[in-house]
């Protein structure tokens, strides 16, 4: 589950065909800025065009300092944001390049301005839009500390997950058996000190959110959010698999949400499929499947989210595995009816490697253009 990236030599071989980047702030020369505990800012101009970057202490507990008190990195506290904003150059990529310091402490994602989405690879942020004026990020689950930010006016990019292994029609999908790369955690941590959705250790294999610990139940609120670009996809939907522990909704309550945001708007969808309650024991046995028409969002930039919520009165579990969205490339061609129904089928397990004889498991069957899933 890979994320287009843009490494800064990237964007630096990029700049000498077509395209331009400019280093907006580097840590080893990091001008001068103005302000004081709630707010800093500043002006560069770097290849003659001009960028006002700022801070705002934000949600943030603790006052600011200086982006450049430090001469190792700019410290983004948890919950404060900074921006930066020119009228002279469309910005398509902003590369956040970090400090390593105690192996990777504060390298994090970030809550993003409409329009952007990033995708974080070892201690490189990579930002894409399809052409913004302003680039707003918020460090909502810790600290991080910056190094340099190079931006970019390089056509391209996207949101889009692109790896070569996912077959025709798959925009992303992840098993959540191994890893949650990629997707936001969103913490209420004025409710408790809860952290989240994260993989299960144990089995099954899942993405799970419970927050039972320390021997009691404790009131949460936490979400877990990817960005997607569909821009260039038509049909769109979303499957994935749900599960509970110790308690056991028949139908959709507020404790576990699915929500999907574009623009300013976010809309709730509604799970039909639950897994039956077990006769005995404190976890249901099976996964439910739980298919969603997403095609109203058809080329919109969209983030789709889970909420998990509970008043820590019960305790309350909530599992989730094999997320697709899949979706029609466009410009691709639409198959004729006589094609998909005459195309030989491909499968892939969920990894998306293809399968030559696939039995006794989950497998995505390519026909056409067609793309759905099946059990063996």
């Not at 065909?17 to 800012?41: E, H, K, L, P, Q």
């Not at 410009?331 to 491909?346: K, R, T």
């Not at 399968?355 to 995505?364: M, R």
Request: proline content about 3%; overall charge negative; aromatic content about 12%.
């Amino acid at each position: 589950m890979k994320k287009i990236l843009l490494s800064l030599a990237a964007v630096a071989c990029a700049a000498t065909m077509s395209a331009a980047s400019y280093t907006v702030f580097d840590i080893a020369n990091g001008g001068t800025w103005t302000g004081g505990a709630n707010g800093y800012s500043t002006t560069v101009t770097v290849g003659g065009k001009t960028f006002n970057l700022s801070t705002d202490k934000a949600d943030s507990t603790t006052d600011l300092i200086s982006p450049v008190a430090n001469n190792y990195a700019w410290r983004v506290y948890k919950g404060s944001k900074f921006k930066i904003e020119s009228s002279e150059v469309t910005m398509k990529s902003v590369v956040i390049t970090y400090d390593d310091f105690e192996s990777g402490k504060y390298i994090g994602t970030g809550v993003l301005s409409s329009g952007w989405t990033g995708s974080l690879n070892e201690a490189v942020y990579t930002c894409v839009s399809n052409g913004l004026k302003t680039f707003e990020m918020q460090s909502a689950e810790k600290q991080v500390r910056i190094k340099t930010i190079v931006v970019s006016d390089e056509e391209g990019g996207g949101s889009t997950p692109d790896d070569p292994q996912l077959p025709d029609g798959i925009i992303y999908q992840n098993a959540f058996d191994a890893n949650l790369d990629g997707w936001v955690k969103i913490n209420d941590e004025s409710l408790s000190d809860f952290s989240g959705w994260k993989i299960n250790t144990n089995t099954p294999k899942c993405a799970i959110c419970n927050s039972y610990y320390g021997g009691s139940n404790h009131v949460a609120n936490a979400k877990m959010e990817y960005t997607f670009n569909l821009k260039d996809y038509t049909d769109c939907k979303l499957e994935v698999e749900q599960a509970f522990g110790y308690d056991f909704p028949t139908s959709q309550v507020d404790n576990y949400r699915l929500y999907v945001k574009s623009g300013n708007n976010t809309d709730y969808l509604t799970f039909a499929n639950f897994p039956a309650a077990p006769e005995s024991g404190n976890w249901t046995k099976s996964f439910a499947l739980n298919e969603f028409d997403l095609s109203e969002y058809d080329g919109l930039t969209i983030t789709i989210g889970f909420e998990y919520a509970t008043d820590g009165s019960k305790s309350r579990a909530w599992e989730l595995k094999n997320f697709i969205l899949s979706g029609n490339k466009s410009g691709s061609g639409v198959a004729s009816v006589d094609f998909e129904e005459n195309a030989a089928p491909v499968y892939y397990n969920l990894q998306g490697v293809r399968v030559a004889n696939p039995e006794n498991g989950i497998f995505i069957v390519v026909k056409g253009s067609k793309v759905s899933k099946v059990v063996r």
